[in-house]
């Protein structure tokens, strides 16, 4: 397999503090510090870790109504992405060529410090991330 499970999924809280408490208490996560995001000022994120490679990205935005939206099932609209964790750096490159032969991706690698990340796009729409340690 060219994955290695999940890295990361992206989501918005409308209370990060208790969203630590719980995922802290509940699961023994490790939770990192809550800092700036976006370019607005109106945007945190705060990293949960809830595996050895597998996290939770939650945001905060200001004014954002979507982590209202608890409808009952398939009525709570869909996450913001998700990212995939590369099984090595050559599975990063086999995918990353696979999926601009598909036109899911640019193929536009980024450098975020300790991991290179690439973003595509399903074919429903929804935004994913393949990512691999550095």
């Known amino acids: 397999m060219l994955l290695n499970g999940i890295n990361h999924i992206a989501l918005i809280s409308k209370d990060i503090d ?5 995922y802290t208490e509940v699961f023994d996560a490790e939770v990192g510090p809550t800092k700036p995001h976006g370019d607005q000022g109106d945007e945190t994120m705060t990293t ?20 209202d939206r608890q409808k009952p099932m398939w009525g709570r609209g869909r ?3 998700f990212g995939l964790q590369a099984a090595s ?9 696979h999926l601009v032969e598909h036109g899911a991706s640019d ?15 399903d074919p429903d729409g929804l935004e994913g991330e393949v990512l691999v340690a550095k």
């Open 18 to 22: 208790a969203l630590r408490a719980f």
């Open 48 to 67: 949960i870790r809830i595996g050895p490679h597998t996290e939770l990205n939650v945001f905060t935005i200001a004014g954002n109504s979507e982590p």
């Open 89 to 97: 750096a050559g599975s990063f490159e086999t995918i990353r060529q």
């Open 79 to 81: 996450l913001d992405h």
């Open 107 to 121: 193929g536009e690698v980024n450098d975020f410090g300790s991991v290179r990340s690439l973003f595509f796009r």
